[in-house]
């Protein structure tokens, strides 16, 4: 199995834009999902998006309208202080559903002033 | 959306007890339930998928059973390097839904 990689985590203002990026090694959308999972500090996990075959998307009410993913990056747009945490890129080994995964190690994102 | 509960939230245990963790979803998620094993400053270790397959490598003294919406993750005989915090995770409907976890230490 291949790696998982995520960088461009930042101090950013409220309101500002970022854009995480995710190198998995070996991927391959048809056979892949790629999800992408935030955890506040102190807190739990918290699921963010999900790609299933390069095109179908999937978002936590939370960042609805707000973040986009694309099989290599997560978009923050109008990020705001509750969107503190690190963003984990985890890509599955199946098309849908529950099989192996591979986590990145992840990076912080924290929104402030 | 279905929620994930969690139970205990923490628990403290001794090296060598049995522990067992429980998971029950709000409806029906088959098989697709995912346990996670997490560290502090670490990222979460994947430890179960489809509610009773281990993941390579992760050691047999972890297990895991269940379907619909009751699950559970038994750890059968507690390791010094098990204390961490623990995750169930459905992967069967998006919104994907994780449980609140659940804090594992040494009594």
């Known amino acids: 199995e291949g790696q998982v990689v995520e960088s461009g985590g930042a101090l950013i203002q409220p309101g500002g834009s970022l854009r995480l990026s995710c190198a998995a090694s070996g991927l391959t959308v048809s056979r892949n999902y790629i999800k992408w999972v935030r955890q506040p500090p102190g807190k739990g996990l918290e699921w963010v998006s999900v790609l299933y075959g390069g095109s179908r998307t999937y978002y936590a009410d939370s960042v609805q309208g707000r973040f986009t993913t694309s099989t290599l990056y997560l978009q923050m747009n109008r990020l705001r202080g509750d969107d503190t945490a690190v963003y984990y890129c985890v890509r599955a080994s199946c098309s849908g559903g529950s099989c192996p995964e591979q986590w990145g190690q992840g990076t912080l994102v924290t929104v402030s002033s | 959306d279905i929620q994930m509960t969690q139970s205990p939230s923490s628990l403290s245990a001794s090296v060598g007890d049995r522990v067992t963790i429980t998971c029950r979803a709000s409806?029906?998620?088959?098989?697709?339930l995912n346990w996670y094993q997490q560290k502090p400053g670490k990222a979460p270790n994947l430890l179960i998928y489809a509610a009773s397959t281990l993941q390579n490598g992760v050691p047999s003294r972890f297990s895991g059973s269940g379907s619909e919406t009751d699950f559970t993750l038994t750890i059968s005989s507690l390791q010094p390097e098990d204390f961490a915090t623990y995750f169930c995770?459905?992967?069967?409907?998006?919104?994907?839904?994780f449980g609140g976890g659940t804090k594992v230490e040494i009594k």
């Open positions: 409806q029906s998620v088959m098989k697709y």
């Open positions: 995770h459905q992967t069967y409907s998006p919104p994907l839904t």
